[in-house]
């Protein structure tokens, strides 16, 4: 059995040596991590790429909006209610020391008006309405005052002098104040009742 080995050795070794430099390489294998992918310029062809731009969304600045508050000084002028002189309702105006001279007023509310110092020289007031009015230092010289409402008005320094006063309601009123009014005016007031006296018919 030893003598079959070496025979099969020196066999080998002549074989070997018949055929001149001839080099017996292992066979190598490769790693699976050093096999190179194929390049894509061989064919080529480029690789597919995917260009992903970044989009920056710019927001507005938000506004603030400052307000400022504004504060009136106060003063003795007060706001006039004139305009109301158009649609004939001038109720709870103010309309003091207001100069209505030789304006043709008829048939306009006045009732709870402040219209103490007022000027109605020559102005035609028929079917107008003074009720509960503050018609203080008024002067009504010359006006027309034909069938007037002054129920319950105040007349304190009012003056009615060559006023027309036919018709006028004088009603629950103090004439003790009143400057320029004659018994000759008095007699031409539908209705007269002293103030004190709650209701008249």
């Known amino acids: 059995m030893m003598?079959?080995?070496i025979l099969a050795v020196v066999a080998a070794a002549t074989l070997v040596g018949g055929c001149g430099n001839v080099e017996v390489v292992a066979p190598t294998t490769?790693?699976?991590d050093a096999i190179a992918a194929p390049d894509p310029t061989d064919d080529g062809q480029a690789e597919p790429t995917t260009t992903i731009e970044a989009t920056t969304t710019t927001q507005p600045e938000p506004t603030t909006t400052t307000s400022t508050t504004t504060t009136v000084p106060v003063t003795t002028t007060t706001v006039l209610d004139i305009a109301c002189i158009k649609t004939t309702a001038c109720q709870y105006a103010?309309?003091?020391g207001v100069d209505f001279s030789r304006l043709k007023l008829d048939f306009v509310d006045f009732s709870v008006a402040k219209m103490a110092g007022?000027?109605?020289?020559g102005a035609n007031?028929?079917?107008s309405i003074f009720?509960?009015?503050d018609l203080?230092?008024?002067n009504f010289e010359g006006a027309t005052l034909k069938n007037v409402d002054f129920t319950a008005a105040t007349l304190t320094a009012a003056s009615f002098k060559g006023a027309n006063l036919e018709g006028a309601v004088l009603c629950d009123v103090d004439l003790t104040g009143v400057l320029d009014l004659t018994k000759e005016q008095l007699e031409k007031v539908k209705k007269f009742k002293t103030k004190g006296k709650v209701y008249c018919p």
Not at 118 to 121: G, L, Q
Request: proline share 0%; glycine share 4%; aromatic share 4%.
């Open 94 to 96: 103010n309309l003091g």
């Open 30 to 32: 490769l790693a699976d």
């Open 125 to 127: 007031l028929t079917n």
């Open 3 to 5: 003598k079959a080995r």
């Open 136 to 138: 203080s230092a008024v």
């Open 131 to 133: 009720i509960r009015t």
């Open 118 to 121: 007022a000027n109605f020289v």
